[in-house]
């Protein structure tokens, strides 16, 4: 898992969370969020999991 952050158009900054399937080296799942807390993490693994 790797979490970023990203600066938008308008100024506003965002944080994307990925998962690398580090088999097929594609990302499995992503979430964008515009805080960076546990909600962001839980719910990116949680997707990785169910996909």
Same mark, same amino acid.
């Not at 965002?14 to 969370?17: I, S």
């Not at 990116?44 to 996909?51: D, V």
């Given at each position: 898992m790797d979490i970023t952050y990203l600066k938008l158009n308008n100024g506003q900054w /965002?944080?994307? %969370?990925s998962v690398l399937d580090?088999?097929?080296h594609k990302i499995s799942t992503h979430? @964008? =969020?515009t805080t960076m807390d546990t909600k962001? /993490?839980?719910t990116?693994?949680? =997707? %990785? @999991?169910?996909?």
């Open positions: /965002v944080y994307l %969370a580090l088999h097929t979430q @964008i =969020s962001l /993490v839980m990116t693994l949680q =997707s %990785a @999991i169910n996909s």
